[in-house]
C-alpha cells in the first residue's frame, strides 16, 4: 500500500484575455466534434417521470455549462492514434445543476485520447423532482449503466473490458467516487450480468463528502436536499463508503481552492489507505478550483503529466 503525497509550488499566468469555453490546453489536440452520441437508455430510462425519454438532450461541444438534462446519453471519443485499449467514462462537473462540459468533459477526452485512452463523456441526468422518482439516485443510475455499456460492448470498442476507468471533476468526481463505492448496488434492473466497477478512478477536486462541515453547499443540496437526514448523508459520503473492493485511485487537489476544500481528498485517500487500496494523491500549493482547466496555466499541465505517469505505472497506458 503506498499513498504518496506531493505538494508542488506552481506558478501561476493568467492571460489578460478571456478565455474561451474550448479553450485548448498546451501540448495537446483541439476539441473535437465527438465520434458518435450513445443513447444510454434506449428509451427506458428508470426512475424518469414526466420526461420524453425518445429524445435526447443536445449539448454542444462548445457549452460552457449544459443544464437541465433529463434524457442521459454518452459522447463517444476514440483514441484514434496509439490505443492502448483502455477507456475511461468521464463525469464532468458542475454542483449537480449541469455540466462544465467544454472544459471537463470535451478537453480532458482529447487529453486522455493523446494518450491512447478512449473517452465516454457522460451526460448524465441533474437530479430533480420533477422528472425523478427518486433524484438522489438519478446520476449514479447513469454512471453505472455508462460503465455496463462501455464494458458489455469492449469488443465492438477495441476495449479490454478489465481496463475501464472512470474520471470526474468537483461535483463529478462525487458521482465518479460514488461509482466507485456504490458498485454493488442496485439502484436499477440491469438488462445484463455485466460489472458496474471501474477498474481504476481518476478524482481531480473532487466533492467527497456530504457533511455539512466540509461539503460544498450547492452540490450537497442538489443531490440530497437540504435537509437530508445523516442516513443519506452517510450514504453520498464516499469515505464513509469506501471497501476494499474500491477501485486503486488517482486524486489531484489545490490546497487554495475554495469551493471544495482538500481535505475531500484527503479524507477519501486516508479511507482508502485503511482499507488497503493502493491509491495516489498530489496536492498543489495553488490551482483553486478547476485547477487550471479554464485558463492554460502550468497546474493544468502538472496534474496531467502526474497523472499520465500513474497511468502508465498501473499498466493503464503502455
Request: negative net charge.
Given at each position: ?38 443513447d444510454l437508455w434506449n ?199 469506501v471497501t476494499n473492493e ?13 469551493l471544495v476544500p482538500y ?56
Open positions: 500500500m503506498k499513498t504518496t503525497i506531493l505538494s508542488a509550488m506552481a506558478a501561476i499566468c493568467l492571460t489578460a484575455a478571456t478565455q474561451t469555453a474550448n479553450a485548448q490546453f498546451p501540448g495537446q489536440p483541439a476539441p473535437k466534434e465527438p465520434q458518435k452520441i450513445i428509451g427506458k430510462i428508470p426512475g424518469a417521470k414526466n420526461v420524453d425519454a425518445s429524445k435526447l438532450d443536445e449539448v454542444s461541444t462548445k457549452s460552457f455549462f449544459a443544464r437541465d438534462i433529463k434524457v442521459p446519453s454518452i459522447a463517444y471519443y476514440p483514441a484514434d492514434e496509439n490505443p492502448t485499449g483502455t477507456a475511461v467514462v468521464v463525469c464532468p462537473g458542475g454542483s449537480y445543476a449541469g455540466l462544465s462540459y467544454a472544459f471537463e468533459g470535451v478537453n480532458q477526452a482529447a487529453w486522455l485520447n493523446s494518450i491512447g485512452i478512449s473517452a465516454f463523456v457522460l451526460r448524465y441526468r441533474m437530479p430533480k423532482d420533477e422528472f425523478m422518482e427518486k433524484r438522489c439516485d438519478g446520476p449514479l443510475q447513469d454512471a453505472q449503466q455508462a460503465i455496463r455499456y462501455v464494458r458489455s460492448h469492449a469488443a465492438e470498442y477495441g476495449i479490454n473490458p478489465d481496463h475501464i476507468g472512470i474520471v470526474g471533476f468537483s461535483a463529478g468526481g462525487h458521482l465518479a467516487s460514488t461509482a466507485s463505492t456504490h458498485f454493488n448496488d442496485e439502484v436499477y434492473k440491469p438488462a445484463e450480468n455485466v460489472s458496474a466497477r471501474p477498474d481504476f478512478a481518476v478524482l481531480v477536486y473532487p466533492v467527497i463528502t456530504m457533511e455539512p462541515s466540509y461539503s460544498e453547499k450547492g452540490t450537497r443540496e442538489s443531490l440530497i436536499g437540504p435537509d437530508a437526514d445523516q442516513a443519506l448523508i452517510d450514504r453520498f459520503s464516499s469515505e464513509k463508503q474500491t477501485p486503486t485511485t488517482f486524486l489531484a487537489h489545490a490546497m487554495n481552492d475554495k481535505t475531500n481528498s484527503v479524507n477519501y485517500a486516508n479511507a482508502l489507505r485503511e482499507k488497503g487500496v493502493e491509491c495516489e494523491l498530489h496536492l498543489y500549493a495553488r490551482g483553486d478550483h478547476g485547477l487550471g482547466a479554464r485558463n492554460p496555466i502550468e497546474t493544468q499541465a502538472f496534474w496531467h503529466d502526474a497523472c499520465e505517469k500513474w497511468l502508465r505505472m498501473n499498466g493503464w497506458v503502455k
